[in-house]
């Protein structure tokens, strides 16, 4: 009882600090994240790519002083003149048709690509804020226990000076006293590092202050197993991209099958040359040719060989991804009901069993029908207890995040704020 007090009053002045709400740290990756940044610029830049896909090569133009006399230039009768060509390659067999079809597919799936990434670093932001929302916690839980070990201790010198206890037991809880401040110097620590991390991803100051988070209100009840997964299956980004690159690289296959068929070329020539009474002289010339696949073997066969290995690989990496994410939705929705079991098991029984048996061991010990270690463990088991508790809510949290990024659906409210943080069902 003593410990469930002192908790419910620290819950009380925390209240009246700055907290952390998930709001505000997905709010802060919008504009603060490097990475989503990069995501969209490589997005921005496949789209780019369709159009120069959509044209021809562009035109060669040249320019030739035909048949000069050496020295002075002078132009050579009679065959010296002026021209002007201009050459253009014409893809055929539909190449360019299926070029740009592979670039607007690429473009699909890197804009797909850059929704997943924002998924991922807000779910990477997450996992921080409730890893430091059970730091926090814990260390909360720590320094309440920690200062009833202290009376405890004072409790067993006393005992001692007036003859009714032994000297061990005040020896015996400071070394536990030390134990507990060695594991609150780790605890800080921890916390530093993951206070370091989430500001890297939010793109602040590494050394900017984060406020304890605040704990937001989970859903009484989340889909089935099976509905999750056919939303991940449907509205995943990573998926959608995949299949986007199945479609980019058939489109690549298809043209890498018509490379045999010869490119043309058109050209057109113009020239002049003035004549001895004054006149000049005008010609024109046209010119068609054509690319000969002399090595269509060991060239235009492998580059198809090429592609349709790549859009095997495609085809494949697609399956892998789904039954990854079947997989991992499994993994969460099982982790996820165990920790709301768990969560629900102590609040109704093992921690008020826990709590009443620590209470009846500090009486026990002022009256002298328990011992200093049967006193300590009961403390020490309650401190486990309770911290047990955060856990459950850190890990149902980070739960949920994964499965909002796999479902690419928001499952709870970032700006809504627990009743009950710890664990409560």
């Known amino acids: 009882m003593i410990l469930a007090c002192a908790l419910a009053t620290s819950a009380l002045q925390a209240q009246e600090t700055p907290r952390l709400t998930l709001a505000e740290v997905y709010g802060s990756l919008i504009g603060g994240s490097p990475r989503i940044a990069a995501a969209t610029a490589q997005a921005q830049a496949a789209r780019a790519r369709i159009g120069p896909a959509s044209r021809w090569p562009d035109p060669s133009i040249q320019l030739s002083l035909m048949n000069r006399n050496l020295p002075g230039l002078g132009l050579q009768d009679p065959l010296g003149m002026n021209q002007i060509q201009v050459m253009q390659m014409v893809p055929i067999a539909g190449k360019t ?31 921080s804020f409730y890893d430091i929302y059970q730091a926090d916690h814990a260390l909360t839980t720590m320094a309440e226990t920690r200062r009833l070990v202290q009376d405890i201790i004072e409790t067993a010198r006393v005992m001692y000076t007036e003859g009714r206890g032994r000297q061990t037991d005040v020896l ?77 690289s058939d489109a690549m296959a298809r043209r890498a099958g018509r490379e045999i068929w010869p490119d043309l070329t058109l050209g057109v020539i113009y020239g002049q040359r003035p004549m001895p009474d004054g006149g000049t002289d005008r010609m024109g010339s046209f010119m068609l040719g054509f690319t000969l696949p002399l090595t269509a073997g060991s060239r235009q066969r492998q580059m198809e060989a090429e592609a349709k290995a790549m859009n095997a690989m495609a085809i494949a990496d697609l399956d892998d991804m789904r039954n990854d994410t079947r997989g991992r939705i499994g993994e969460l929705h099982a982790d996820l009901r165990r920790a709301r079991a768990l969560a629900a098991l102590y609040h109704t029984t093992l921690l008020p069993q826990i709590r009443a048996t620590a209470t009846a061991a500090l009486s026990g010990y002022r009256s002298g029908t328990a011992d200093f270690m049967t006193l300590l463990d009961s403390q020490m088991e309650s401190l486990r207890a309770t911290q047990e508790l955060f856990r459950f809510d850190a890990e149902s949290g980070k739960a949920i995040a994964e499965l909002e990024m796999l479902t690419a659906t928001e499952l709870l409210d970032p700006a809504s704020t627990a009743d009950t943080p710890g664990g409560a069902p």
């Open 172 to 248: 015996r809880g400071q070394v536990d006293l030390a134990r507990m401040d060695e594991e609150i110097i780790r605890m800080r620590a921890m916390r530093e590092a993951m206070a370091v991390r989430l500001n890297s991803m939010r793109g602040l100051p590494v050394d900017a202050p984060v406020a304890t988070p605040l704990l937001p209100r989970f859903p009484d009840s989340l889909p089935s197993r099976q509905e999750l997964e056919a939303h991940a299956l449907g509205q995943r980004p990573m998926l959608a991209a995949g299949a986007a690159r199945i479609e980019a």
């Open 97 to 127: 048709g299926l070029a740009v079809k592979a670039a607007q597919a690429d473009a699909t799936a890197e804009a797909a690509r850059a929704r997943e990434v924002s998924w991922e670093v807000r779910t990477r932001a997450a996992m």
